[in-house]
């Protein structure tokens, strides 16, 4: 098992340190209680002034690169075609197995010296894991988390 396949998902030429995908670190409780894929557009907190919270204190708010949030998008999407396909031969359950299965059989992606593992098996589990609870909507984060 080996992805990203041009053949398979298209347009899309990620590999190796840049396939993974960025997320917030917190998000509104709507989009908690409909369990969605976080993807982040903008970094930090345009307001930034909340006295409770410190989350993005003293950092910067910024606009990421369409680009970058497109390639995003397509990493999130191979990695839920994968993960569905592997699933596909264990009764379609994602379970530890299938991501551990995805993990194990794609070591250009997940082997040694291929990028920030820790992020990478993140967006793993947070994909399976929307995958798992019905994977109905995505949260594009824009000023705000
Ligand atoms: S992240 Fe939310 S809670 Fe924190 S300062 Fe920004 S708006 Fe306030």
């Not at 409770?52 to 949030?69: N, S």
């Not at 299938?98 to 997940?110: A, C, K």
Request: one cysteine or more; aromatic letters at 10%; hydrophobic letters at 35%.
């Amino acid at each position: 098992m080996t992805f990203p396949n041009p053949e398979d998902h298209g347009r899309l030429a990620v590999h190796g340190e840049n396939f993974f995908f960025e997320m917030g670190p917190i998000r509104p409780p709507s989009e908690g209680s409909d369990h969605s894929l976080l993807i982040r557009t903008t970094r930090n907190c345009s307001w930034n002034r909340c006295e409770f919270c410190a989350t993005y204190r003293g950092e910067k708010f910024g606009y990421r690169q369409v680009e970058d949030i497109k390639k995003d998008i397509d990493v999130a999407r191979a990695l839920k075609e994968e993960l569905q396909a592997a699933a596909g031969g264990r009764g379609g359950w994602i379970t530890q197995d299938v991501i551990r299965g995805v993990w194990g059989g794609n070591p250009l992606l997940y082997g040694e010296n291929s990028g920030n593992l820790s992020r990478k098996w993140q967006n793993l589990q947070n994909v399976a894991n929307w995958l798992a609870s019905g994977a109905r909507t995505v949260f594009l984060r824009t000023r705000m988390p």
